[in-house]
Nanobody, 121 residues
Framework: QVQVVESGGGLVQPGGSLRLSCTIS????????LGWYRQAPGKRRELVAH??????ANYANSMKERFTISGGAHNTAYLQVDSLKPDDSADYYC????????????????WGKGTRVTVSS
């Protein structure tokens, strides 16, 4: 059984910062990467950033300035978010991409349940 757990969300004032954590656990042989997504009420889920298990990071174009993803190895990824704006309020989800339990399989994705970020004064 593979589990993906996010943490670190909360209420923060505009201009503040948060560090979100994503940890995958279980009988994991290997995985391709970890991605952070967010979904605001009434909007589609969107990619924020992705990092491979080797530490190669990529960002959505609009997220490069204030978001920093790190980790990848050791089954954990972090998302540092700075200069938070009310528009950043959303549920932030972690996706573990192409998780393999055994060496011979292609792998599948697993999602966490999300952590809520609310930016408000």
């Amino acid at each position: 059984q593979v589990q993906v757990v996010e943490s670190g969300g909360g209420l923060v004032q505009p201009g503040g910062s948060l560090r979100l954590s994503c940890t995958i656990s279980g009988n994991i042989f290997a995985f391709y990467g970890l991605g952070w997504y967010r979904q605001a009420p009434g909007k589609r889920r969107e990619l924020v950033a992705h990092i491979t298990s080797e530490g190669i990071a990529n960002y959505a174009n609009s997220m490069k300035e204030r978001f920093t993803i790190s980790g990848g190895a050791h089954n954990t990824a972090y998302l540092q978010v700075d200069s938070l704006k009310p528009d950043d309020s959303a549920d932030y989800y972690c996706n573990a991409e192409r998780v393999r339990v055994t060496p011979g399989e292609f792998g599948r994705d697993y999602w966490g349940k999300g952590t809520r970020v609310t930016v408000s004064s």
